[in-house]
């Protein structure tokens, strides 16, 4: 896949999971990531699977995130091999209910993360093979 294909089809990717979480959809959310995804929370919890990436979603579609919002940038992205791409994003939640234990809003409100995934080329798209979200701390929020 060339650059400006492999852009386009990460791009997708992104808005697919952007739709699907301000819908509250986990399935759809859960849709890109294959039975061996492996990935971690904003707490630093970490599994393996996409039954677990799921259920995951689907309890926090319920309850803290119902409802919420998410705004998503790509900071940077490369490919790292043949079908193998790595993206960072910047992401800002806003409409939640409440946060986990030990994670803050920033001034404006919203929640920062920064997420890293690994994405490999699986039939002409992108597929999830790494997730790892990382919680922002409210100072360095706008960095």
Same mark, same amino acid.
């Given at each position: 896949?060339?650059?400006?294909?492999?852009?386009?089809?990460?791009?997708?990717?992104?808005?697919?999971?952007?739709?699907?979480?301000?819908?509250?959809d986990?399935?759809?959310?859960?849709?890109?990531?294959?039975?061996?995804?492996?990935?971690?929370?904003?707490?630093?919890?970490?599994?393996?699977?996409?039954?677990?990436?799921?259920?995951?979603h689907?309890?926090?579609?319920?309850?803290?995130?119902?409802?919420?919002?998410?705004?998503?940038?790509?900071?940077?992205? %490369?490919?790292?091999? +043949? !079908? $193998?791409?790595?993206? #960072?994003? @910047?992401?800002?939640? /806003?409409?939640? %209910?409440?946060?986990? +234990? !030990? $994670?803050?809003?920033? #001034?404006? @409100?919203?929640?920062? /993360?920064?997420?890293?995934?690994?994405?490999?080329?699986?039939?002409?798209?992108?597929?999830?093979?790494?997730?790892?979200?990382v919680?922002?701390?409210?100072?360095?929020?706008?960095?």
């Amino acid at each position: 896949m060339t650059e400006p294909a492999a852009e386009q089809a990460i791009r997708r990717l992104l808005d697919r999971q952007t739709d699907a979480w301000n819908r509250g959809d986990a399935a759809a959310y859960a849709a890109d990531a294959p039975e061996e995804i492996w990935f971690m929370n904003i707490l630093g919890q970490t599994a393996t699977g996409k039954r677990p990436f799921l259920e995951r979603h689907e309890v926090i579609f319920r309850t803290i995130f119902s409802g919420s919002r998410l705004e998503q940038e790509i900071l940077r992205w %490369r490919l790292i091999a +043949p !079908g $193998i791409a790595m993206v #960072a994003t @910047r992401i800002r939640r /806003t409409g939640f %209910r409440t946060l986990p +234990p !030990g $994670i803050s809003p920033s #001034a404006d @409100r919203a929640l920062h /993360t920064r997420l890293l995934q690994v994405l490999v080329e699986d039939a002409g798209s992108r597929r999830l093979a790494a997730y790892h979200n990382v919680a922002v701390s409210p100072s360095a929020a706008g960095q």
